[in-house]
């Protein structure tokens, strides 16, 4: 014989919002249906699992280990609804993708602000982190990395064309220094630094030339952890900065910065998203993942 689930779904609600008349409003059942449910579900199982008092609900020992159980595989099979849901003739569904701040606003919003205008039941939601979001274990849909620093079991899909990195300096601060000939002459140079969250650590400038490459751990007055600040430390003169050439190219145009050590900076693989292999696809994700892919201009 098959439990019937709808009262763990009731436990779980009143566990959760720690009041059978939120619990109730939440389902839509009286208050007093729903504490009848709970008081089965109790004597089924044997255990107290609710402690009730005039002002708050709360869970035992017993509801807490429950909660830890089965909570997590409702939102599995409600995930798996929605899922099943999205493959609606009319594309539709809340996707979650985690990102880099320059990916997001130079890739991201170009692209999908047009596909959501044709599209007014697909919802985007991006989180900005520099880090390495585990997307399986946060829950997002997919994530944005270079190249070559998507895991293998993910699938990656290239959004962004192959990168090169440029050091830069503003007039105003090479009237006062002279330009650097090798990475080495930066050791003498204030340099504006950045801090990864990936690598817990200030970044170290990599170079290439001739097969011959170099880091350089770089110092300077200033630490940033987002670009827009490296680059207006740049443009306002407070030092030498290191970034992908992209994030430079206007003010380059511009003539308020000037790149040095051109012939040493490295090309890299430019920006993909990447998801499970087990993630299901759905008219609204094709849709997501054709509208940002790579195409050669």
């Keep these: ?29 009286s208050q007093s249906a729903l504490s ?16 009730r008092t005039t002002r708050s609900v709360s869970p035992t020992e017993a509801g807490e280990r429950l909660m830890r159980t089965v909570a997590p595989r409702v939102e ?21 993708i985690t990102t880099g701040s320059y990916a997001a606003e130079a ?23 520099n880090g390495f979001t585990d997307i399986v274990a946060q829950r997002y849909d997919m994530g944005v990395r270079l190249g070559n620093e998507v895991e293998k079991d993910m699938i990656a899909v290239r ?3 192959d990168m090169r990195m440029a050091a830069v300096g503003s007039p105003a601060y090479f009237a006062s220094h002279p330009q650097p000939e090798t990475p080495q ?48 430390a740049a443009v306002e003169g407070a030092g030498l900065a290191y970034l992908p050439e992209e994030v430079f ?6 003539r308020r910065l000037k ?26 994700f094709a849709l997501l993942v054709n509208a940002l892919r790579y195409r050669v201009k």
């Design 1 to 29: 014989m098959r439990e019937n689930f709808n009262d763990l779904l009731a436990f779980i609600i009143v566990a959760q919002e720690r009041s059978f008349t939120r619990a109730a409003a939440q389902l839509g059942v």
């Design 36 to 51: 009848q449910t709970i008081r089965s579900l109790e004597e089924r199982l044997g255990l107290r699992l609710l402690t």
């Design 76 to 96: 599995e099979i409600e995930s798996e609804l929605t899922a099943l849901r999205e493959l609606r003739d009319k594309p539709a569904g809340t996707f979650r």
């Design 107 to 129: 890739i991201l919003w170009p692209k999908l602000s047009k596909l959501l205008s044709d599209y007014p039941d697909i919802r985007i939601e991006i989180a900005i982190d």
């Design 159 to 161: 959004i962004g064309a």
């Design 185 to 232: 002459d930066l050791m003498k140079h204030n340099c504006i630094n950045m801090r990864f969250p990936t690598y817990g650590d200030v970044y170290a400038w990599e170079f290439t030339k001739n097969g011959q490459e170099l880091k350089v751990r770089v110092g300077g007055q200033w630490i940033f952890n987002t670009i827009h600040q490296v680059i207006t």
């Design 249 to 254: 190219r206007q003010h380059i145009h511009d």
């Design 259 to 284: 790149r040095v050590l051109e012939d040493w900076c490295p090309s890299f693989s430019g920006y993909h998203i990447y998801y499970p292999v087990s993630r299901q696809s759905s008219p609204a």
